[in-house]
């Protein structure tokens, strides 16, 4: 079957429908993984974007129960250059383009996805839309992209948390493949982490249960008072879609966590709500930052890490309060990686120490919380 | 952490020779080495006995040691030039094991020398297989069980543990040599007895087998602060149990999900911590089962290696360059990325396209070898191709072999085919015992309909590159089905888009290539260009490192500059090597000095002229016609002037030279008409008879009738050969009528395009090589005049030579030099030439001539010290020789020796004799102020210890025992212990010589043999006996090699071996730097 995506700076690439057939509207965006799509599609992070994978193979290993990132996959659409027919792993379920028309997403395969990526660089992230099957009028499909919202200004987390709190279950953690993640000692107790979930990766709840924590998960609009009501270790916040400056309830409700004295962890949007909290201000990149190969320092041992990223946002570096330390650069582009408050037991990084998909060189962090954590009790 | 100040004085220790599992990926791994230090204001001393490489070019280093690595002559390089530090990482296992020896020998504590890169201790716990698995399960990372052996009784003790098959490592030898696979006890045994004579340690690894595994490599890095990064992930398409040499490969891993890549890259990180590589570059190799995941490691190579070079090209990260700075204390985010300018070098490439890599296999060369593919390797180059798919990438790496007809993957089977009968059987035994034709045969079985699940059982080949294959057979069906007449334009896109050539469409169709390609024209379908970044289009590339594909968007840009596009030699072969990219590079950098921009095509990755630095633009593409015309069709949209280089790569540009120019590409240097008249026998004989110069009566034949006449017109013996071959492919010495029918039956079907040619045979001639370079002004000069060290009848490329000759007298001297400069006059050379003579009976004779560079030109620079490749790239750019200041022939001072390495040590049963038919994979060259040192340096270079005492055997065929009595008595004289065959013995003796006899092996025992394996000869002298005695000789020439005692096959080169021991016990061993030699030849 046929499929046309259309920018909405007039761009248009013929492919194939590789999905569901159906039409699919987004910010067309581009992520530099080479393994991991399975990861990326389920990624509650990139609800209302249509997604390139700059990989030109995909699909080949097929897709499996256990590599999902929350329940279903998450994006508006996906883009890729070349389809496998068949899945290749002995962990494999079922093909990609199974999985896909299963959970209705529409995919475009066998264009020039470099062009495109080479496009979105240059122009920056773009609204557009795919259709399959019988196609409109390219002109048509274009105007569809301009009638898109923007990115910027939009709360996109409501449509991801969850409707209310749950536990995820301790036995949830560990898994065979985590053999060589070097952790410290877990602590002498499980500690009790509340969680605000804007749109939270399962791999940061396998990999807390992991640290040894107790994670009771709660939804985006849950006051900070329901939290702090179960006496928590810590707080962590997730990441997320969309434009963080919008989200006025979760920065209330964090800036009550921040004062309430509790270790506070955020990563990504989690990360983003924290700095907004603390005084900072957000921006939107240009094409932001979506792979699994970024270097980032960290600024107090000066090692580097190569970091999984998905984020569209970040702190303005010059809107950083006093109190609050830069503590890791992004050294692509010199962005913000990583904030702590100076004399509260908060910190937060923009890039994804829980992996999935991505190297692990991060899990230290989680480490680092836990440390917090113990050290306040 | 900024650079160490601690050091200003590095030794770089180069590879060596070329040698199968150690190719010219060490030269580009060199090379950058040498050109990062220097950068970084180093001085730098470099020791290689290679000449053909870049590396050794003396402006890429302060001083340049042509010698042997060996502990003697590097000692001796140490003493002299008292370094700060060696770096051994970039040198290949060479390079490592040499470092290794330099310590337990002492030599690195007495001049107190640090090694950077890497440690003693790292380097041992990596090659030791024990303390390696002891390491790894000190880490939890899971390995093969294994046992070690230092007795067949132990070995076969392990293996009742193991089970079969089982894996025979022996330790440290490079590539896997000696190793192998056993099935069963009697497999096992021999296999033990092999490794263990062959290791140096006398030792093996039993191990369990995991043949059928998945295979994967990573290429890592880390720095000083225990910085990590993985550079490239590459998956073996051909699973566990072939050697990765051997392998086709990809880049990237494409069949694991994301938490087994993770799970790998972890176990990486720990790997390179624990081996204790504390800077730099490593290799590390896993297995996967795909039943159920485990992962196993299999081992680490602590240094750039072959699939580091792979790993560089394939992402364009330059492991060695930054393996350099590294190794001096930088931090990897001290250090740009090259090709995006704005970001570190501490990341992880991430590519937008697959890198397909297919091995070279020679065993046209060694027909009696064993093909079978095992944990040894035995190809001798490789080459790789960029796609956008799999798919294009894996066809564009098949064309780029230059296989012809045995290249085509698709219609094998066809009428009149050698496989159109093959059975089901047949088939089934070429898929489940891997050979280099392997994956033809999977073609052959998808063709004939045979499922994937089918094939998967036979050949363990993942199921999604067999799916792959599928589509791209079912591709050709649909093509063949539908006809060239109904091709429609969206097939026709697919298929181009799936990697088709022209030329296989056209095999498809039954229709000519330039049909296909004008069909495809009206379609508009045109190769884009795509760049390779680092970063999958994250960052701008500032690089112009492209391939070629079928899509929508070209970034090639080119230039409005005028340019020359330089066309390389394609995957090293026996015959077409290293040279000639040493010859592609300094055309490269003539051009670009002289303001042209220059481009280079070529799908070698092991090269220097495959590395971006190298040049302004570089095509990673195939080298056939519709790839290179459309370069140079995209180039022209520049607006400059777009030239061609077709002289410098070897045969593979050659062949494209009459139809690049016949459609209208301008052709530098010599014209291709004038390369073709030196190439067509019968207008090159017509030439040399008008201008009066003698050559061997010859012929022409394109049927065994007519080759029966050519051959009693001239007499035997008869030289015969194909036209338009290098390296002496198919060329053979012919004594009767009945072994040249036998030769033309098999001979006629090589090349049907192209006669064979007969030549008269110049028995005992002496040879004579020249290269020399002509300008547009009709000026020539000789750069070298060549003499062979071994008589006539054995190939150019694998005799020894000696420049200056040390027995030609002045009066051939002359002769050959004029005939020289009136042949090069006579064909218009403007550029290179090479000419071969022969003298017999005081008579100078043209053997052949050759209008391009030749294998010689790198090691006659080096002798020389001028770039004559650089030399004839600008003749052929319009300068002349007088504007360059080249007035008179060049001169050398002392001596210089070229000497072939052979890889027969890899290949059992193969004989070793030498022949007109090129078997040497590379050579090392010795220099010295007397012929008899630089010989032995040279000898000692390629492996061959010459004895200082001891014990030579001698056996020579009648018509030699004449002058066998001279270097009997100079033997005698040194106080060397004679032994001989019965017939020699006696007529020694009867000239005064003391011999003792020993039993031929079919006299009796104890037999010469086992003399040789007891270790009771240190040198063989024996010369061919002529065919009923071939076999007895064949098996003292092996026993010879495997116990490592040079054996002669020549009397020339037994005498030029008694003046080397002659002359090392006289002088010693001394050492110079190419530096001091070219000041002494210009002073």
Redesign the interface.
């Known amino acids: 079957m046929d499929a046309v995506l259309a920018l909405e700076n007039g761009r248009c ?1 013929r492919g194939r429908s590789v999905g569901a057939s159906s039409d699919a509207a987004g910010e067309v965006v ?1 992520n ?5 799509y ?2 990326v599609l389920t990624d509650p992070s990139y609800a209302g974007q249509i997604v390139t994978m ?4 995909i699909g ?2 097929g897709v ?1 129960g ?2 999902g990132e929350s329940r279903a996959p998450q994006v508006s659409g996906f883009i890729i ?2 389809e ?3 899945a ?4 494999a379920e079922g093909t990609l383009r199974e999985y896909l028309v299963r959970h209705g997403i529409v995919a475009i395969a066998d ?5 495109l ?2 496009t979105l ?1 240059t122009a920056g992230a773009m609204r557009g839309v795919i259709a399959t099957g019988t196609i409109p009028k390219t002109s048509e499909l274009v105007e569809r992209a301009r009638a898109l919202p923007s990115m910027e200004g939009a709360d996109l987390v409501r449509g991801v948390t969850c409707a209310e709190a749950f536990d995820w279950p301790s036995t949830n953690g560990i ?1 065979e ?1 985590d ?3 070097s952790m410290d000692p877990a602590p002498g107790r499980r500690l009790r982490v509340a969680a605000y979930d804007f749109g939270m990766k399962w791999n940061i709840l396998r990999r807390l249960t992991a640290h040894g924590c107790d994670v009771r998960v709660f939804p985006a609009t849950a006051p900070a008072s329901e939290l702090l009501a179960i006496k928590p270790d810590g707080v962590f916040l997730s990441n997320g879609p969309g434009d963080p400056a919008v989200l006025d309830y979760a920065i209330a409700n964090t800036r009550v966590l921040v004062d309430s004295g509790v270790p506070v962890f955020g990563i990504c949007l989690g990360h983003q709500i924290l700095g907004l909290a603390m005084g900072a201000k957000t921006y939107k990149l240009k094409f932001g930052h979506r ?5 980032v ?1 960290d600024l107090s041992s ?3 890490e ?1 970091t999984s990223q998905n984020h569209g946002f970040a702190i303005d570096p010059a809107t950083v309060p006093d109190d609050v330390e830069v503590t890791h650069l992004n ?2 582009d010199g962005t913000v990686e990583g904030m702590r408050h100076r004399t509260r037991p908060v910190f937060c990084v923009q890039y994804h120490p829980e ?7 991060a899990d230290y962090l989680f480490a680092q919380f836990v440390r917090a954590m113990t050290q306040k009790a | 952490m900024p650079k160490r100040t601690d050091i200003k004085r590095v030794l770089v220790i180069g590879s060596g020779p070329i040698v199968i599992g150690q190719a010219c990926e060490f030269d580009y791994s060199g090379t950058q080495a040498c050109k990062a230090l220097r950068d970084e204001g180093l001085e730098v001393v470099l020791v290689n006995s290679n000449p053909a490489t870049i590396m050794t070019d003396p402006e890429l280093a302060d001083r340049t040691y042509v010698e042997p690595l060996t502990v003697a002559a590097v000692e001796q390089v140490i003493a002299r030039e008292k370094p700060d530090a060696i770096l051994p990482t970039v040198g290949g296992q060479t390079a490592l094991n040499l470092a290794v020896d330099l310590d337990e020998a002492g030599v690195l504590a007495k001049y107190n020398v640090e090694l950077i890169g890497a440690s003693i201790a790292a380097i041992k716990v990596a090659e030791d297989r024990l303390k390696f698995k002891e390491a790894m399960r000190s880490i939890g990372v899971d390995v093969p069980q294994s046992y070690y052996a230092r007795s067949l009784d132990q070995a076969l003790e392990a293996s009742e543990k193991i089970g079969f098959p089982a894996i025979i490592r022996p330790s440290f030898t490079m590539g896997g040599v000696g190793g192998g696979i056993a099935y069963n006890v009697e497999e096992f045994k021999e296999i033990c007895a092999r490794g263990l004579s062959m290791s140096p340690v006398h030792e093996l690894l039993i191990e369990e087998s995991v043949i059928g595994w998945k295979e994967y490599e990573l290429e890592v890095m880390r720095d000083c602060d225990d910085n990590f990064v993985v550079i490239c992930s590459i998956e073996n398409i051909d699973p566990m149990g072939v050697h990765t040499g051997d392998s086709i490969t990809v880049a990237p891993a494409l069949t694991l999900t994301d938490r087994e890549y993770q799970r790998m890259r972890d176990a990486a990180r720990r790997i390179i911590r624990r081996v204790g590589v504390e800077t730099g570059g490593s290799n590390i190799q896993f297995a996967v089962n795909p039943e159920d995941g485990r992962m196993i490691v299999i081992e680490m190579n602590p240094r750039v290696s072959r699939s580091s070079a792979l790993a560089s090209k394939a992402t364009g990260f330059p492991i060695a360059k930054i393996a350099a700075k590294l190794a001096l204390g930088y931090r990897l985010d001290e250090i740009k990325n090259d090709i995006t300018r704005l970001t570190p070098a501490s990341f992880e490439p991430t590519i937008d396209y697959v890198v397909v890599k297919v091995p070279r296999w020679a065993f046209e060369k060694f027909p009696t070898a064993d093909r079978t593919l095992t944990t040894q390797m035995k190809s001798v180059g490789e080459a790789m191709a960029i796609g956008r798919t799999f798919k294009e990438a894996f066809l564009k790496a098949f064309r780029s072999l230059e296989l012809g007809r045995s290249g085509r993957l698709f219609s094998q089977a066809a009428p009149g085919s050698a496989y159109e009968h093959e059975d089901d059987q047949a088939l089934q035994r070429a898929l489940g015992i891997p050979t280099d034709r392997r994956m033809w045969a999977v073609f052959r079985a998808l063709e004939r309909g045979w499922t994937i699940g089918e094939i998967h059982r036979l050949t363990k080949i993942d199921l999604w590159f067999l799916t792959q294959f599928q589509q791209l057979t079912e591709l050709a069906n649909q093509v063949r089905a539908v006809g060239a007449r109904d091709l429609a334009a969206d097939l026709l896109r697919e298929v181009k888009r799936a990697g088709f050539a022209d030329v296989d469409l056209a095999q498809l169709l039954g229709i000519d290539e330039d049909s296909v390609s004008a069909r495809r024209l009206e379609h508009q379908l045109v190769f884009g260009y795509k760049r390779i970044d680092t970063c999958a289009a994250e960052f701008e590339s500032f690089t112009p490192y492209m391939y070629g594909t079928f899509e929508e968007e070209c970034e090639a840009e080119p230039s409005p500059r005028a340019k020359v596009v330089i066309l390389g030699s394609g995957p090293n072969r026996i015959g077409q090597g290293l040279e000639f990219d040493y010859c592609c590079c300094h055309a490269a950098f003539a051009l670009r000095d002289q303001g042209y921009e220059t481009v280079m095509v070529n799908c070698n990755p092991e090269t220097v002229s495959t590395d971006y630095d190298s040049v302004d633009r570089l095509y990673f593409e195939p080298l056939t016609f519709e790839d290179v015309s459309a370069i140079v069709a995209r180039e022209r949209q520049g607006g400059g002037d777009v030239a061609c280089v077709v002289q410098y790569g070897g045969q593979t540009p050659l062949k494209l030279a009459l139809r690049l120019q016949k459609v209208g590409i301008k052709i530098l240097g010599t014209s291709p008409d004038s390369i073709d008249l030196a190439e067509d026998r019968e207008r090159f004989s017509k030439l040399l008879w008008e201008l009066g110069i003698p050559q061997a009566a010859s012929g022409m034949a394109h049927s065994p009738e007519e080759a029966r006449e050519v051959a009693s017109s001239i007499g035997f013996p008869v030289v015969v050969r194909p036209s338009y071959v290098l390296g002496g492919r198919a060329m053979a010495i012919v004594y009767d009528t009945g072994s040249l029918d036998r030769y033309m039956r098999q001979a006629v079907q090589l090349s049907p395009e192209h006669p064979i040619l007969i030549d008269k045979f110049l028995e005992d001639a002496t040879e004579i090589d020249v290269d020399a370079v002509a300008d547009t002004t009709g000026d020539v000069i000789i750069g070298g005049i060549m003499e062979h060290i071994e008589q006539a009848g054995i190939h150019s490329g694998d005799s020894s030579c000696v420049v200056p000759p040390h027995l030609l007298s002045d009066k051939h001297m002359a002769t050959i030099r004029d005939y020289s400069r009136r042949v090069a006059r006579a064909l218009k050379v403007v550029g290179l030439m090479n000419a071969q003579f022969a003298i017999k009976d005081d008579v100078v004779y043209v053997l052949e001539v050759n209008p391009r560079a030749s294998r010689t030109i790198p090691y006659l620079s080096k002798a020389t010290g001028v770039p004559l490749a650089k030399v004839a790239a600008n003749v052929m750019i319009g300068k002349t020789l007088a504007e360059q200041g080249f007035t008179e022939d060049l001169a050398v001072s002392g001596f210089f020796v070229k000497t072939p390495v052979f890889p027969f040590v890899r290949f059992p049963g193969v004989d070793t004799l030498l022949g007109p038919e090129m078997k040497s994979t590379g050579e090392v060259m010795g220099g010295a102020e007397t012929f008899g040192s630089a010989f032995a340096k040279a000898q000692m270079g390629a492996g061959q210890h010459l004895p200082q005492e001891g014990t030579v055997f001698i056996s020579v065929n009648n018509n030699d025992k004449p002058n066998v009595v001279p270097i009997a008595r100079g033997l005698m004289d040194l106080g060397f212990k004679i032994l001989a065959t019965r017939g020699t013995a006696v007529y020694l003796r009867a000239h005064g010589i003391d011999a003792e006899i020993v039993f031929k092996i079919n006299e009796g025992r104890p037999h010469v043999g086992d003399e040789i394996v007891n270790k009771n000869v240190d040198l063989v002298i024996n010369t061919p006996l002529g065919r009923e005695s071939f076999f007895d000789d064949r098996a003292v020439r092996r026993a010879a090699m495997l116990q490592g005692i040079p054996a002669i096959t020549t009397l020339t080169g037994a005498a030029a071996a008694v003046s080397a021991i002659t002359a090392i016990r006289a002088e010693g061993l001394t050492v110079k730097s190419l530096q001091e030699y070219h000041q002494d030849a210009r002073g």
């Open positions: 690439f581009f530099t993984s080479l393994t991991g399975q990861e700059t990989c030109p193979e080949n290993y499996s256990d590599d250059r070349s496998s027919p068949i290749s792993n002995w962990r264009i020039d996805t470099r062009a990526t080479r660089r898994t493949f053999e060589f993640v792979g699994g190969n970024h270097p320092k000066g090692r580097i190569i050294l692509y992996a999935a998909p991505g190297p692990h060189d």
